[in-house]
């Protein structure tokens, strides 16, 4: 397949001799060390031409460039493994490792995805999405080839945001007691060496990773076996002189040999220092120093800006962004927090490390001494809310739906069973098109319903968004709203509307025969598809408690009920209105539509949706179905009639 230009930005592609002859990194292997350089500028500009085009994540991949070529030249890939945190920073992996000519096609449906996926290539090691688990599973292949006799090296990158997590220490921990062959890198993008400092660390690094150093270190201590006092003396001066020049003590109290920091985008030695570690015996962790954005002017001055991007210039970093069709839910939270917050002290806000993505930049600013970033944390962040509710204060933990299921024991036994006065503001409810199966929301209506004391609620709209919001800040108990990605309906916000009443659900429209119970960010595309059918739609707005009167109405005024949730069917809130029924013993014909019990793919959203029938034109064909299944056919005014027999 040839490349693509970007022929659509009126940018011509730049000439790639070099990683064009890369089709695997055994042909990266082929090169000259000082070839590398070049291959390293190449890559750097077909990443930049690629994601201008397709979207992605940007900045973390070219921060990386120089270890990604590093690891796959001096290591046996893929008999070593390369195990990639989270993932945003793989697209140099992937254009390396075979999938360079399908990159344009990078998060799009039946495209490459936007992470290491184990199902894309025997290179991605791990499927990853979400922080901090590379140690872990790095630790587990290394144990696995030791325990079937098989010798490999075993490489986690992490992050030192990802770090910030306790999986990651307590793979730390429990690596650090193990007799394997195991490399963890800690990729530090926060900060920059100035070149003094940098040659002098660069130095080091390979000092304390050469023959030499290892040697002299292990002889030193079969030489002083005898004299435990000089033996003791010389090894508190090592550490001394390690401690007063890099940040190695954590790492060395753990079990592992730290080497650096080094300069991450110094080729010659990047890959000096790799040769050294892998001829080392152990756990290794190697410092390197990385700028996120390296080599695009854009992305380093403003690294979370393009850390995700939509298509862009390459010429001038300008994002292309589709027209708006008003505010996100996001966007309308952010802006129902700083409100809230101007009105009552109490409020607290709260982000693992999602504060932009979040919406809670405005109020950061606004009130930072009531804002709390707690790192890449999400169990931290829910117990540090539960801790501040029971001193009187009123959290609102600002969450992806994906990322609180890592905190669902602190969700149910720090705050649900105590009856936590904690509002959840769960963003990303249901499907997230390109990002995929990894960040998807797909399970949160069925994990948290089971939850004694907790009020959950999906908004139809952006109004109602804001009124739910407002509803779970006054109660005085745990309670969720849960909101898609993206923009609403369409739907104008009244700052000043009332809370909701708990537990009530609206007919937003009257029909016969068919109703169709909504959830959330169903009720949009249920309307639609219903008036073709003359079916009753409701609009739920609780999945707990549910609205049992208004459910046993449409019960017993229509012959079939259908339920639709972008949530997982299995578990969700059509299985809670099934409950109702029964335990009412209500005999109706009732239909769930919702997410399948698979995972979803990335694709564009309304892919998703229509793949899954739940958008307008699947809900109308499951509608009509049922309808024709049932004896009834579409009369001319499209009011449905009983066919004669």
Known sequence: MPHRTLSDSGVASHRRPLLDSIDSPRDLRALSESQLPEV???????LIECVSQTGGHLAAGLGVVELTLGLHYVFDTPADRIVWDVGHQAYPHKILTGRRDRMCTLRQKDGVSGFPKRSESEYDTFGVGHSSTSISAALGMALAAKQKGERRTVIAVIGDGALSAGMAFEALNHAGSMD????????????SISPPVGAISNHLARLLSGKVYTSMREGSKSALAGMPHLRHLVGRWEEHMKGMLMPSTLFEELGFNYIGPIDGHDMGSVVRTLRNIKDMPGQRLLHIVTKKGRGYEPAEGQPTTYHGVTPFDQRTGELRKGKSKGPSYTQIFGGWLCDAAAEDARLVGITPAMCEGSGLTAFSKRFPDRFFDVGIAEQHAVTLAAGLACEGLKPVVAIYSSFLQRAYDQLIHDV??????????????????????????????????????????????????????????????????????????GVAIDPKAPALPIGRGEVVRRGQRLAVLAFGSMVAPALEAAESVDATVANMRFVKPLDTDLILELADSHEILFTVEENAIAGGAGSAVAETLSSHGRVVRCIHLGLPDRYIDHADHREQLAACGLDASGILASLRAELESAGWTQQDDGEPARRHA
């Open 180 to 191: 394997i062959d195991l490399v963890v890198i800690l990729n530090d993008n926060e900060m």
């Open 40 to 46: 390293a500028s190449e890559l750097r500009n077909f």
């Open 416 to 489: 649900a069973l105590q009856n936590l006065d904690v509002t959840f503001a769960v963003d990303r409810g249901g499907l997230v098109g390109a990002d995929g199966a990894t960040h998807a929301g797909s399970f949160d209506l069925s994990f948290t319903r089971p939850i004694p004391n907790m009020i959950i609620m999906a908004p139809a709209d952006e109004n109602e968004c804001r009124q739910m919001l407002k509803t779970g800040f006054e109660h005085e108990g745990p309670a969720m709203v849960r909101y898609p990605r993206g923009s609403g309906p």
